[in-house]
């Protein structure tokens, strides 16, 4: 082998790779083992940031060639207006295929059954997801879930095995050694596959402002009216309409994350660009699902719970 | 602590990248209590999760906050008070980012410990200061060596229970390194530590002046990651070939440097068919470039 270090190289040092360099390598190291590992891979792309993260990754692995899998979405039907919108113009920019299933198609089907119109959807959507799952056979679903988020999700491993119903068996994972992954899967099992699990809330900021990637307007400070419930800041919709004696308010908000309309909370804040984002979030006391989540706080298993019925 | 100083305090000035560590030991070492502390006095636990601490500590019926709810993420964890599976906490501290992997210390979990163990850089092994050395503490040691773990500290934990006594301390050392010795690992340091007051954490704390050495956290700040694999030989197994078809001839070959260093016009030989050419071009992941491609830390 001849690739040695040449003298001129071994005078100047290489400068200490950067803690997103990092990140970013092993993402991208994944993405690919996906692609080289199995049959029939999605990624999953909702427009939020994670994703959209994922989306530049995945640009990174395989360009000037195509994504080695379509994008799918699995809409609620109670997501914000801005972020569809984003979510059709990003996948229209990268030039490749999003299948979009929609938790009212399930509704028809009778898959799903809420008890009423305005209960949230967020759970449903998994019932949703199994079902693409199965319609496109697909044996490995790469998500931008991060275990920074949930303690649960602490707990999964990057390469995570569904059975067959597309369950999670949180005490017995499989082994998981070095940069090794195991991608055999029975046929109607899968994996679900997360690059970002190392990234916290404030390393994907930081890579969005590195990159400079655009990210729907309501992640930046907007005026909005909410109502004050349970310590959260509820957002007035006609999903979720402020209740007898609620005061509503106009503030300045931003959505942490964005989800379900029915279930994510903004955070009042005046950051406009990531880099207000960044500082904002580097000094923050409340985590980022605590402070804006209404799926979270039923139970301290909530999402435990959701993942085991095949949540993302 | 001022918002600015706060903020410089977690982005940090400077960013030496990521360490990744375990803590292992035996079970009731203390591993999630210490991983608590860490992120309790490097103030990355927020109070929502603090909040939900002192509820789960409450409905546990003990009068002090249990750190080590924070990293038992399972239901099936926090019904039996024990670690099943491995969990990945995340805090970074001015000079670095850093992964922590907490792992279980039962015996019929060790698999779920070797999983941690292979990403990591440095082992943190507790030993309770009451029980000393165990056969976990050995099996522990071995693994994180096997694996290739070369920063090996040993924190022996709870000295608030042994009358924070030097002599306990260094009877524990004598008994490790009459095990560890042959091993010849890289790195082996030793820290006394009281994980639930805070001694020589994060903080000094007031109950070991006659240990001289820097706390836990200033050791693991430290520790040197820097790329040993780039002063040695090239190594890169293609993970897919990259080509875009019509239009076009470019053909890339991807994947991730494991060792060394490629430049434009290096001679390479591929294996298997130990055919040499030379490299043309590299695409880094900010587009085609000069400058050499290098191994991943």
């Known amino acids: 082998m001849s690739a040695v270090l040449q003298p001129e190289a071994g005078a100047r040092e290489l400068p200490a790779r950067s803690h997103l360099d990092w990140l970013e390598s092993e993402a991208i190291h994944i993405l690919r083992e996906v692609a080289g590992e199995c049959a029939n891979p999605v990624v999953f792309f909702s427009g939020g940031k994670d994703s959209i993260v994922l989306l530049r990754l995945a640009e990174k692995a395989f360009r000037p060639g195509r994504f080695p899998f379509p994008m799918l979405h699995i809409d609620t039907g109670h997501n914000y207006p801005e972020v569809i919108e984003f979510r059709d113009r990003r996948a229209r920019e990268l030039g490749e295929r999003l299948i979009v299933r929609s938790v009212e198609d399930s509704i028809r089907r009778g898959t799903v059954r809420l008890r009423s119109e305005t209960e949230s959807r967020n759970a449903a959507q998994a019932v949703t997801l199994l079902e693409a799952i199965e319609e496109f056979g697909f044996d490995a679903c790469i998500g931008g879930a991060r275990r920074d988020e949930e303690k649960a999700r602490a707990k999964e491993r990057i390469f995570s095995f569904r059975d067959e119903f597309g369950q999670w068996d949180p005490k017995n994972q499989r082994p998981e050694l070095w940069s090794l992954y195991n991608t055999r899967v029975h046929k109607g099992e899968h994996m679900r596959v997360f690059p970002i699990s190392n990234w916290t809330e404030l390393d994907v900021w930081q890579y969005i402002a590195r990159e400079g990637l655009e990210v729907p307007s309501i992640y930046y400070a907007h005026k909005r009216k909410v109502v004050r419930r349970n310590g959260l800041l509820v957002p007035v919709t006609h999903l979720t309409p402020a209740r007898e004696g609620e005061v509503v308010e106009e503030l300045s908000v931003r959505f942490r994350t964005v989800g379900d309309t029915s279930c994510t909370c903004p955070v009042e804040s005046t950051a406009r660009t990531p880099a207000e984002i960044i500082a904002e979030t580097a000094t923050t006391t409340i985590t980022e699902r605590g402070a804006t989540r209404m799926d979270d706080q039923t139970s301290e298993a909530s999402m435990e719970r959701r993942k085991k019925e095949g949540y993302f | ?297």
């Open chain 2, 1 to 297: 602590m001022s918002v600015l100083g706060e903020l410089e305090r977690r982005l940090g000035t400077e960013d030496r990248g990521v360490l990744r560590f375990i803590t292992a030991g035996s079970v009731d070492d203390g591993k999630s209590t210490l991983i608590g502390r860490l992120l309790h006095d490097s103030r990355q636990v927020l109070e929502d999760q603090l909040a939900q601490v002192s509820r789960a500590s409450a409905k546990k019926g003990v009068n002090y906050l249990d750190l080590s709810l924070l990293t038992d993420g399972l239901e099936a964890e926090r019904e039996q008070g024990i670690t099943i599976d491995v969990a990945y906490r995340y805090f970074a501290t001015a000079k670095r980012k850093f992964i922590i992997a907490d792992t279980p210390g039962h015996e019929q979990y060790t698999r779920n410990m070797v999983t941690g163990a292979s990403t990591a850089d440095a082992a943190v092994i507790l030993i309770d200061a009451r029980k000393g050395v165990l056969p976990q503490t050995r099996r522990h040691t071995y693994i994180s060596h096997l694996l290739g773990v070369k920063h090996i500290f040993v924190a022996v934990n709870k000295m608030d229970l042994v009358g924070y006594a030097q002599d306990v301390f260094e009877a524990i050392r004598r008994d490790f390194l009459a095990f560890a010795e042959r091993l010849r690992i890289q790195d082996l340091r030793f820290f006394p530590v009281s994980a639930l007051q805070g001694d020589m954490v994060v903080e000094r704390g007031a109950g070991l002046p006659w240990h001289d050495g820097p706390t836990l956290l200033e050791a693991l700040e430290e520790v040197e990651v820097r790329n040993e694999a780039q002063l040695k030989p090239l190594r890169f197994p293609v993970q897919l070939v990259i080509r875009p078809g019509a239009g076009t001839d470019f053909r890339g070959y991807a994947g991730r440097i494991e060792s060394g260093v490629v430049r434009v016009g290096d001679e390479v030989v591929v294996l298997p068919a130990n055919r040499t050419t030379r490299v043309r071009g590299t695409d880094g992941s900010t587009g085609s470039r000069r400058p050499p491609s290098r191994a991943t830390p």
